[in-house]
Structures are given as C-alpha cells and as structure tokens.
C-alpha cells in the first residue's frame, strides 16, 4: 500500500512538473515570435514527446487516484439491459402496470408517492374506468364543508396517491428513526437511477466477517454506509400478479423500478418519439438546404475572378 501512495505521489509531482514544463516553454515561444512549425525537427520531437508523457501521466494519476478510495465495501449497481434502454425504446407497459400493482401492494405500505395522481395512470397503465376505481378504494380526508368540518370521501381521479403516513415525524416513528424517502422522483434521485433500485432491492445479503450492522439496520453494499433502515421489502411470491406473471423476486424488482422509472419520466415516450422526429426532420431540412447552398454558389464558384488593378 505505502509503495502505491509513494507511486502516485511521484506520478503526481511528475505530472505538476511536465505541464508546467510546457507552458513555460510554449511562453517562451510566444516571445520570441516563434511557431511551433518553425522548429528544429528534433525540438519538435523532443516537445512532442513531453506532450504525450504529460498526457499518459495525467492519466495514470486519474486511475491511481481512483484506485485509493476508501470505498471498497460499496458496491456500484452494474448497468441491466432495461427494456427502455435503447435510444428509441419506449417503457414497458405491462410492467409499469405490474410496477404499480407492486408499489401499490409492497411499498406504499411506508413510502408516499406525493406528486403523483391517479389521474396520471390513464393511458400509462390503466384505463379511465381502471383508475377511478383504483382511486375509490382509498378514503380521502377532504373539507371543510358548511359546518367547518372535515369529512372523508372515496378518492377520485385527480388526487394525489394517498401518504402512508401523516407526516415525516410519524414515518420516522415508525421505522426506527429511517425517514422512508417519497418515491415520486426516487429514479432521478438516485445517483445510477433505476440500476441502484433494482440492485438495492435484490442486494440484501449476510455483512461480511468483522462488520457489525446496528439492530434495526441490514446490511446492503449498494447502500451508501452499507447499513440500510429498510428491512429486504421483497421476496419471491410476495405477491400475485393480475396478470399472472410469475412473482419472482428479480421480476417484482424490474417492474416496481420500471414503474418507478415513469414515475420519475412520465414523458419519457414522449421525450425519444421527439428525438426520432427532429432526427428525420433535420435530416431531411439539412440535405435540402445544402442542396440550395450549392445551388446558389455554383454561379459564384463557376467564375473566375480577376482583380485588375486601376490604371
Ligand atoms: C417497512 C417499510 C418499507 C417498505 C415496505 C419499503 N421501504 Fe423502502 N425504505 C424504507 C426506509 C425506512 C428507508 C430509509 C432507509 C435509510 O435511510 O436507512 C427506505 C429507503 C428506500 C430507498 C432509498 C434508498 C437510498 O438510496 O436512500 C428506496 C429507493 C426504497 N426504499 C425503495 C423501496 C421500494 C421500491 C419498495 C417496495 C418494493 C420499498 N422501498 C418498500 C422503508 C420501507
């Protein structure tokens, strides 16, 4: 270990030294109105080859320096090939369908989705009649009326998704003193978005020899710290699909980071049928334009100027 920092720590005077090497000399130049065309060849090759040993020592300082970092435990969620990975893939619907089934039956039970509304549903995962009927399961505290009081009423479709609990304080009561995040934006939130979820979902497993985890935590390597307030939400079968698709522990984390994924994008569809559009569009608007480019030069270009000078 001291001969890698005694390493890193040469490279990086080297690395310090060269650059300034070569401003001093390109200054150098600068003032005695020299090029770096007007050179010698062998000055030339000789700067030439401080320019790449500077380049390649910068650039083993950056791996050296990512190599120290006392972040061994921390594992970093791997890229899956999601469905809606590609440039012009669109969500999976079915999944963000079963995603919400998932939300719906596993974590809404302590995460709130506040930004969402059932209304958003329609024509995403569920039809009009689907997500009214979703929405008057939940009894919905609404008022005051007449008299001044609150009453409840069955949910319609422009209320947001009822919260688990009533507000932060009662969530962390409730959890030992973890504040369960809402999961609205929790996609874009999350450095490595929908690999994270999924990898934090299905990551869970025993802490390696000598590292003690707090009662009330569990041991995660996805997790920054490693120790996580939220015991492993999910498991094989933990549910039954509508659908019947089989409720594999894997299967269960794809959909609700699927679901999750729209939640944070709902306008990802959206977004890359656009990029096709412009795509084909300016694709075409620029073979037009430069054909009447051509088209205007070619009288320029085709004569042959001579400047004649007055007599
Ligand atoms: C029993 C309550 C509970 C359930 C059920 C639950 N969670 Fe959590 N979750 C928590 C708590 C508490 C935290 C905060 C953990 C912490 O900060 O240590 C958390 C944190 C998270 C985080 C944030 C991790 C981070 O990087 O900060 C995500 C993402 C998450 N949960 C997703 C889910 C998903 C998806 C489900 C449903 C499949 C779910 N949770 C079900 C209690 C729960």
Redesign the pocket.
Known sequence: MASLYLLAIAVLILSLLIPSLILTLSFLLFQANMSFSSLSRGRRLALSTIGVIAAGGAGLVFALHNSVKATDLELHAPSYPWSHGGFLSSLDHGSVRRGYQ??RQ??????SMDYIAFRNLIGVSHTEAEAKSLAEEFEILDGPDDNGEMFTRPGKLSDHFPKPYPNPEA??A???G????D?SY?ANA?HGGED??FS??TGYCDPPAGVEIREG?YFNP????Q?????P??YNEILEYDDGTPATLSQ??KD??TF?RWASEPEHDDRKRMGLKIILMSTMVSAVLYYMKRHRWTVLKSRKMVYKPPK
């Open positions: 998932v939300y596993v974590c809404a039970a302590c995460h969530a962390r409730a959890n030992n973890a504040l369960p995040p999961l929790i999350r994270y979820i934090l979902l935590l996805y997790f920054a710290g120790a996580i307030g939220m015991a939400p999910i269960v984390a609700v980071c999750l």
